[in-house]
């Protein structure tokens, strides 16, 4: 927590789609003091309480463990779709590896601050598709790290409330396809609302266990309406 209590959050992947939307979701809040989004390449924008960090390994974050002191939560929003992994070495490497890496760095920088690793829906260890034993794996491998908290976060279809700087065919098409049935609640969730559940999240003191969509827009939904949350005319109405 920082010198006028406000939470500080760091934010892996913020370049992306769902990073997008978490750093967006904590710089709208006004009880968070500070953000630092960890990132190999700069984002398009900057603002007031957002400090970028840069990393040039994912696997030795020893360069920026000092930027990982302090914190309150660490949103884990790395992370590539299988059909970009060049194979399935590499998507295990950067879906995993990279996320014990980051769990590891912070149960040493930050001890007491919650880890919110975003894993996807359908992940499961005896699923027939690999990358959803991946995603389970990580969530359990994540979960004996003994971490002082630790959530796996499982949206379906990420739907872009605040656009990124780059979308790809496959983000596009899928926002193309699941916006006219946003309104089902195990179908897609906004970026930015998964900000919001997050921060709910690490606010309600919720330890660990695994957030399906459904729940994640019910917390981003009691985000929502929490009081002091939101700069006045800021707040959002969808999920
Ligand atoms: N999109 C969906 O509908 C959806 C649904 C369920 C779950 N998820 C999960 O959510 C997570 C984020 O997905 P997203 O849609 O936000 O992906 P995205 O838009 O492609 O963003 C991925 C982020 O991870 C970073 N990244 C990827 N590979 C990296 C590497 N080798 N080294 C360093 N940084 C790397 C990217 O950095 P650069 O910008 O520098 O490339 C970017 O910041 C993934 O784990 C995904 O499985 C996504």
Sequence with gaps: MSATGGLRVAVFGATGLAGTGVVRACLEDPRIAEVRSVTR????FSEPGLKEVRCHDFLDLDPVAPDLEGLDALCFCLGISASQAASQEDYRRITHDFALAAGRATRAASPQ???????????????????????????RDLARLGLAR???WRPAMILPEEAPDRLTWVQ????????????????SVGNVAIGEA??????????????????????????????????????????
């Design 41 to 44: 390449r700069p984002l398009r």
């Design 150 to 152: 630790c959530l796996s």
């Design 198 to 239: 997050m921060i709910q999240a690490t606010f309600e003191g919720r330890k660990d266990g695994v957030v399906e969509n459904r729940e994640i827009r019910e917390l981003a939904a009691r985000h929502r309406a929490a009081p002091g949350a939101h700069q006045p005319d800021q707040r959002r109405g969808g999920g």
């Design 172 to 187: 596009m098409l899928g926002g193309a396809l699941a916006r006219p049935l946003a309104f089902l609640p195990d179908f």
């Design 113 to 139: 601050a919650a880890f919110h690793f975003i894993s996807g829906s359908g992940a499961g260890e005896r699923s027939w598709m690999s990358w959803a034993r991946v995603k389970a794996e990580t969530e």
